[in-house]
């Protein structure tokens, strides 16, 4: 079935660090890819999301390439803040679908001052 | 701008005793879906409904009823809960294609002694 394998955490960066969180799928067909991001005490949100190969996915500095060749959608940004310590999420291929999907627990980064 | 609404957002309960969770979306989506996270075990789909009047079960849905009466609202029920049950419990929708993603819910979370 549809999955994903995502870096496991805790990742510690110093503030305006350059940050990579790795994540390989398996799925039928060329699903959308997404990446959501979980800040302490609220559900998870859509942070990107990209819909064919090559496509790149960004917001808020971050950005992914959908990467068709090497299953992959890795999560960078260029300099990290504060801010962005918060738990992320590879979501499963085709999770806006009915898949019995199970999102995984996540890469939590930690920036530090 | 609602988006997801989970009521409530805390609560606490003895061990035996049954409550219902409930979770309202103004979005008009055909998808709604139930989970719990768990420290080290990831979001894992509890129940999740296709459409009005519709319900499937997802990974573990044991010791747990839903109800989609209304497309807007998604009712999860304890009939008797037990202290494995203490989590966060998310709700989350989405139209429904594998191309769209999933809006969450900032969950409840709900303690069993």
């Known amino acids: 079935g549809d999955s994903v394998t995502q870096m496991e955490g805790p990742v510690t960066l110093s503030e305006e660090a350059f940050l990579t969180i790795n994540c390989t799928y398996t799925?039928?067909?060329?699903?959308?890819l997404f990446w959501y991001v979980q800040y302490p005490g609220e559900g998870l949100q859509l942070l990107l999301k990209?819909?064919?190969?090559?496509d790149k996915g960004s917001n808020k500095g971050f950005e992914a390439t959908y990467r068709k060749e090497t299953t992959s959608f890795h999560l960078e940004k260029g300099s990290v803040q504060v801010s962005d310590s918060a738990v992320y999420f590879c979501?499963?291929?085709?999770?806006?679908?009915?898949?019995?999907?199970?999102f995984g627990t996540g890469t939590k980064l930690q920036v530090i001052p | 701008n609602a988006g997801v609404t989970q009521t409530p957002k805390f609560r606490v309960l003895k061990t035996g005793q049954s409550m219902t969770l409930l979770c309202a979306q103004d979005?008009?989506?055909?998808?709604m879906y139930w989970y719990r996270q768990d420290p080290g075990m990831g979001l894992r789909l509890i129940h999740y409904?296709?459409?009005?009047?519709?319900?499937a079960k997802g990974e573990v849905p044991d010791g747990y009823n839903v109800s989609r009466l209304k497309k807007q609202n998604f009712l999860l029920g304890l009939e008797s809960a037990a202290p494995s049950q203490t989590s966060v419990y998310f709700c989350?929708?989405?139209?429904?294609?594998?191309?769209?993603?999933?809006?969450f819910g900032d969950g409840t979370r709900l303690s069993i002694l």
């Open positions: 990209a819909t064919k190969a090559d």
């Open positions: 979005m008009n989506h055909e998808y």
């Open positions: 989350a929708s989405t139209y429904g294609a594998s191309n769209q993603p999933q809006h």
């Open positions: 979501a499963p291929p085709n999770s806006g679908g009915y898949q019995k999907v199970t």
């Open positions: 799925a039928t067909g060329y699903p959308s």
């Open positions: 409904s296709v459409g009005e009047g519709t319900t």
